[in-house]
């Protein structure tokens, strides 16, 4: 919840700010700032979401074993691990690219601050280095934690096909739905954006999927994750139900 509050006040206020004036300043420390409260929500993300897989696997492969693994202590150790990476990764970005030099023109083809913006702008060799910088980091901190997920999620497909009830196999599949869809929402679009190359597709397209993951996902989340709750489901199911009969009413 916090990663999500965090993206989205890092872009969403300034992002209406734009649609409503048609564009609009941001000054170089400040475009710097929101890239590393960007980032910071970013790859957050990605490790709290690699330790959700690891708590519904054990849920699923081990469920002898979960309540004297996953206590208190281990699940802090996991929340702020995930955060101080989170922060460390990001200022090492941070400090690379406030030391980048940029001659013009000073306009970024984007609705918020992203690395691949700002290093267009600029104008020297050293921003080679940031690039190599970046895509050292991705392989540990973000490509990592991927293969991670996958793996938790085979082994948890080959647990549930073994469940000999069909009841038994929904309510295993139930548990680690929600965070399934996140994570296909999520990384889909981020490794489309950042892992494929720009050639192949067009700037216009980056924008609208960079728009699904730092407006879209955010609000989607509460969403997702509020539908294993029965009093939520109930009441969605009766708010549905009254619409329809009111435009049933309606169109007599």
């Not at 300043?25 to 590393?36: P, V």
């Not at 929402?185 to 700037?203: A, C, D, K, Q, W």
């Not at 980056?206 to 539908?227: A, D, H, R």
Request: aromatic fraction near 12%; proline fraction near 4%; glycine fraction near 6%.
């Amino acid at each position: 919840s916090l990663a999500d509050v965090l993206l989205s006040t890092s872009i969403t206020p300034n992002f209406l700010r734009l649609l409503l004036n048609g564009g609009g300043t941001i000054s170089a420390t400040g475009c710097i700032t929101q890239f590393y409260f960007y980032c910071v929500s970013t790859v957050s993300e990605f490790y709290l979401l690699t330790a959700m897989a690891y708590d519904r696997y054990l849920a699923i492969c081990s469920p002898l074993h979960y309540a004297s693994i996953m206590g208190f202590r281990l699940c802090l150790y996991m929340s702020l691990c995930s955060w101080g990476l989170a922060l460390l990764i990001c200022m090492i970005m941070k400090l690379l690219i406030h030391n980048l030099q940029f001659c013009g023109p000073f306009y970024i083809d984007h609705y918020f601050c992203d690395s691949s913006p700002l290093l267009e702008l600029s104008c020297t060799d050293h921003k080679e280095v940031v690039k190599l910088t970046e895509i050292i980091l991705m392989i540990p901190f973000t490509i990592l934690p991927f293969c991670f997920i996958i793996y938790t999620y085979v082994a948890i497909g080959l647990a549930i096909l073994r469940i000999s009830s069909t009841e038994g196999r929904h309510k295993a599949f139930s548990t680690c739905s929600s965070h399934l869809i996140v994570v296909c929402m999520y990384y889909r679009t981020l490794i489309i954006v950042y892992m494929v190359p720009s050639e192949g597709h067009n700037f216009n397209i980056n924008k609208m999927l960079s728009l699904l993951y730092t407006v879209g996902t955010p609000c989607f989340n509460p969403v997702v994750y509020s539908l294993r709750n029965n009093d939520i489901k109930v009441v969605l199911l009766k708010q549905l139900q009254n619409g329809i009969s009111l435009g049933d009413l309606y169109t007599m």
